[in-house]
Nanobody
Framework: QVQLQESGPGLVKPSQTFSLTCTVS??????????WNWIRQPPGKGLEWIGY???????KYNPSLESRISISRDTSKNQFTLQLSSVTPEDTAVYYC????????????WGKGTLVSVSS
């Protein structure tokens, strides 16, 4: 059974940088052809894809966020991490990590999500 769990700060001040970590169990994040995603949902709005890191360590980011984000991984801990810089209140959202399996459109396993609020 694959499980994903997000962890990170609940409150961040504007202009700061925060990091969120997704811990994966039940499958190695280096397993062939899986993509590991970050997605967010601001209050009252739809889902927004942030980016992914794939099984080989390659990354791809949402162009609208690319200048402020970085996704990395720690294979020894089976974790991948999102770093978002220069945050504003518009970055307030529930942040999810999710798995994108090979040969299937969409994300099949999700973490429960964690709320990050940006406020002074």
């Amino acid at each position: 059974q694959v499980q994903l769990q997000e962890s990170g700060p609940g409150l961040v001040k504007p202009s700061q940088t925060f990091s969120l970590t997704c811990t994966v169990s039940g499958l190695s994040i280096t397993s062939n052809f899986y993509y590991w995603n970050w997605i967010r949902q601001p209050p009252g709005k739809g889902l927004e894809w942030i980016g992914y890191i794939d099984y080989s360590g390659s990354t791809k980011y949402n162009p609208s966020l690319e200048s402020r984000i970085s996704i990395s991984r720690d294979t020894s801990k089976n974790q991948f991490t999102l770093q978002l810089s220069s945050v504003t209140p518009e970055d307030t959202a529930v942040y999810y990590c999710a798995r994108d399996p090979p040969g299937v459109t969409g994300w099949d396993y999700w973490g429960k999500g964690t709320l990050v609020s940006v406020s002074s």
